[in-house]
């Protein structure tokens, strides 16, 4: 069974840092391109950032470039986005997942709240 557990999300202030991880069990994450989304109440859940593990091509959307960093640990087949310079409107519940994304492998995500 494949599960995706995310975790490090919490309160900043804006212009401070959080690094989210994601833990994968069932598959090997750095195999294949996997992706961070976020979703805002209200909103659609798209996409953040992807890491195409076979050779660490990363992409970032235009607002979160130089900014968020996606990782990987293959040795803890760990997924991370390290967020820097936070804003309010990064304001969102984070999931990892697949790209495309499999919707059997969304977990309950991880809230980020950047207060201005």
């Known amino acids: 069974e494949v599960q995706m557990v995310e975790s490090g999300g919490g309160r900043v202030q804006a212009g401070g840092s959080l690094r989210l991880s994601c833990a994968g069990s069932?598959?090997?994450?750095?195999?294949?391109?996997w992706a961070w989304y976020r979703q805002s109440p209200g909103k659609e859940r798209t996409l953040v950032a992807r890491?195409?593990?076979?050779?660490?091509?990363?992409f970032y959307i235009d607002s979160v470039k130089g900014r968020f960093t996606i990782t990987t640990d293959n040795a803890k087949n760990t997924l991370y986005l390290q967020m820097t310079s936070l804003k309010p409107e990064d304001t969102a519940t984070y999931f990892c997942n697949d790209d495309p994304p499999d919707d059997a492998y969304w977990g309950q995500g991880t809230q980020v709240t950047v207060s201005s």
């Open positions: 890491l195409r593990g076979m050779d660490n091509d990363a």
């Open positions: 069932g598959l090997t994450i750095w195999y294949w391109t």
